[in-house]
């Protein structure tokens, strides 16, 4: 089966840059994705990748290195607004279909 | 914009009772999901479905069943509710290997 751990939990205050980490274990891994999800609303993609390196979209950078199972996201300069929760998610392409895991989410605090 | 509409953001149902969880999509997609979703235990995948009449169990499938008669809805059955299927549960819905998920609303489900 998959399994993908990240941390429960990061606080930091606004303009700083967090990392969240994921590493993962799949039987046919295809891809590493974020999701956002605020407090009461539904998640959000942020971004995707299937190689390894690094993809930045705006202030938000995620990576992957496939030898190593692991993967992160980069949030820079942080805005209050970037306080939610964060997840990683894998595709499986040895399971029939499109088997989307997500990890447990990591809750980001941003302080003033 | 794709859409993913659950039909019902709060549901309350008794115990032993059968309920529906609907969840139609606008976008021709092949894959379509349900996920519950509890504190600090992430998004756990109960069914997934990469076709009319084709579904797969996910990794907490056991009490739910899932229906799949259109492309466009995909519903989520609990065949006798118990009190700890109270939860969050999202449908999501996504194209090929290498898109986004797209997530409804969600509905609060609460067994009494």
């Known amino acids: 089966g998959q399994s993908l751990e990240q941390p429960s939990e990061v606080t930091a205050v606004e303009g700083a840059i967090v990392q969240i980490n994921c590493t993962y274990q799949t039987s046919g891994f295809y891809g590493l994705s974020w999701y956002q999800q605020h407090d009461g609303g539904a998640p959000t993609f942020l971004s995707y990748?299937?190689?390894?390196g690094l993809e930045e979209t705006g202030r938000f950078s995620s990576f992957l290195s496939r030898s190593d199972s692991y993967g992160y996201l980069l949030l820079q300069e942080l805005q209050m607004k970037d306080s939610a929760s964060y997840f990683c998610?894998?595709?499986?392409?040895?399971?029939?279909?499109?088997?989307?895991?997500f990890g447990g989410g990591t809750r980001v605090l941003v302080k003033p | 914009d794709v859409k993913v509409t659950q039909s019902s953001r709060y549901l309350v149902k008794r115990t032993g009772e059968k309920v529906f969880l609907e969840c139609v999509q606008d976008m021709d997609h092949e894959n379509m999901f349900w996920y519950r979703q509890d504190p600090g235990l992430g998004l756990r995948l109960i069914y997934f479905s990469y076709d009319v009449k084709m579904k797969e169990k996910g990794d907490i499938p056991e009490g739910y069943s899932v229906s799949r008669e259109k492309k466009e809805r995909f519903s989520l059955i609990l065949e006798s509710a118990s009190t700890n299927q109270t939860s969050m549960y999202l449908c999501?819905?996504?194209?090929?290997?290498?898109?986004?998920?797209?997530f409804g609303q969600g509905t609060r489900l609460t067994v009494v």
């Open positions: 998610a894998v595709r499986d392409i040895r399971a029939a279909g499109n088997k989307l895991t």
């Open positions: 990748n299937a190689l390894d």
């Open positions: 999501a819905s996504g194209a090929g290997l290498n898109t986004e998920a797209f």
